[in-house]
């Protein structure tokens, strides 16, 4: 048995990735995507339990929801827009 099959595989983990790496810049993009989508259809059913339902406890808890994906879509693409290219040497 040589050394190398003794070895197990490493799994990749993007999270480690900096953010001026490609891989990490698509996968923040995809974030923010989701983010937006995520913010929309709680926003979306907020407004439905308010103003169709008239249910306001479960409109304020999708609109709390929405809150936070917001936040969360924010600190995204902050992270995204601030990242700095890789500098060539």
Do not use: C, Y
């Amino acid at each position: 048995m040589t050394e190398e099959q003794g070895k197990t595989p490493k799994a990749r983990n993007p999270a480690a990735d900096p953010d001026h790496a490609p891989e990490k810049q698509s996968e923040l993009k995809l974030n923010v995507g989701i983010g937006v989508l995520g913010t929309a259809l709680s926003v979306g059913v907020a407004l439905i339990f308010f103003f169709v339902l008239e249910d306001i406890v479960l409109g304020i808890v999708f609109a709390v929801v929405a809150l936070v994906a917001l936040a969360i879509t924010l600190r995204v693409a902050s992270r995204k827009r601030n990242a700095k290219p890789q500098q060539k040497s």
